[in-house]
């Protein structure tokens, strides 16, 4: 079994690990290295997994929230399980989450195999017929795993004129909400380098915002301008400097007529709003808001006092406000 399983394991290009039950570490069969796979890192991953199998005949393919799938099969004696496999290819910033999720270094980090849905049914029947010498139909294991596919006219409605409508690929229109969430906590953190990393790695396509293409790539620009400078207040700049640098940056955009010094400006006010957090933390570790806040409350102590009215006063989000002074307290 073992040398058949190894041969499975090429013609997949897939680790398939055994395991007599969930409280023992699964063991591969050697063609690929287990460091590689989120069963050697993520024990959870194996103990939900054999649950699963242990309560339905056919195999179980899970879907986890990062969209990767992976499979069990029960056999005679254990378990097998095989996997990661994707039907779209991830993105930067959730492979990265995929890799954190499991506990994985990405230098050691495999991404997750793309093929088909139904491919990866196939996987699972042919590991359960070779186990348990009995058929398994591909729409039956799709159908108990609540995976059957749809027609890609059904994941939309609404008042839209269908007819009209162009389909394309979902990762290749829109980068995804994680991505932007992924490049903008580096604006809020105020983390400059960590943003030039971000917005220089590989990533999905933008939308498109203009059949001109310079029209495209000024309204990314303005569109970048506008989330960066809110990620600036949320990480404590005052909405007056943050709003100052936003209309700096957006008339500078207005007037370029360049195409690749619009392109550069996405990246470009990222990075800038990144350093203004920056400056700001450092200023702020400096004068002290929290002392400012018992100054604040030292002399309204006869009156009622708002965490808005103290915001207010000194220039920066209420949220900010709460957080550093929270965190300041509890050093004391």
Not at 13 to 42: C, Q, R
Not at 234 to 242: E, F, I, M, N, R
Not at 261 to 285: G, H, M, N
């Amino acid at each position: 079994m073992q040398g058949l399983m190894k041969k499975m394991e090429l013609l997949l290009e897939l680790p398939i690990f055994y395991t007599e039950g969930k409280e023992m570490p699964p063991k591969s069969f050697g063609t690929f290295p287990e460091e590689e796979s989120p069963f050697a890192h993520a024990p959870f991953l194996t103990k939900l997994l054999i649950e699963k199998a242990e309560r339905q005949k056919l195999p179980v393919i899970y879907q986890d929230e990062n969209e990767v799938f992976f499979i069990c099969v029960r056999g005679k004696k254990g378990f097998y399980l095989t996997g990661p496999v994707c039907v779209e290819k991830l993105d930067f910033a959730r492979l990265n989450s995929f890799y954190k999720f499991y506990g994985i270094a990405v230098k050691e980090g495999r991404p997750p195999l793309k093929t088909m849905l139904s491919r990866i049914a196939d996987f699972a029947a042919v590991i359960y017929e070779i186990e348990n010498e009995g058929a398994a139909e591909i729409e039956e294991i799709l159908r108990i795993n609540a995976l059957e596919e749809n027609d890609v006219t059904e994941q939309y409605t609404g008042n839209l004129d269908f007819d009209k409508m162009q389909y394309f690929d979902e990762e290749k229109y829109h980068h995804t909400y994680m991505e932007e969430c992924y490049i903008m906590e580096s604006v809020r953190e105020g983390w400059p380098e960590e943003a030039r990393n971000r917005v220089q790695a590989p990533a999905g396509d933008t939308g498109i915002l203009s059949e001109n293409k310079k029209d495209h790539y000024r309204n990314l620009a303005v569109a970048a301008t506008t989330i960066a400078s809110r990620e600036a207040i949320k990480g404590g700049v005052s909405p007056a400097k943050a709003y100052q640098l936003s209309d700096i940056f957006i008339n500078q955009i207005d007037k370029c007529t360049d195409i690749r010094e619009l392109e550069r400006y996405s990246s470009k006010v990222v990075i800038e709003f990144a350093k203004l957090v920056e400056d700001t933390k450092r200023e702020e570790s400096v004068s002290g808001y929290t002392e400012k806040c018992k100054q604040y409350i030292w002399k309204h102590y006869n009156k009622k006092i708002y965490l808005e009215d103290i915001a207010v006063t000194l220039g920066i989000s209420q949220g900010h406000l709460s957080r550093t002074f929270r965190k300041d307290m509890d050093a004391m």
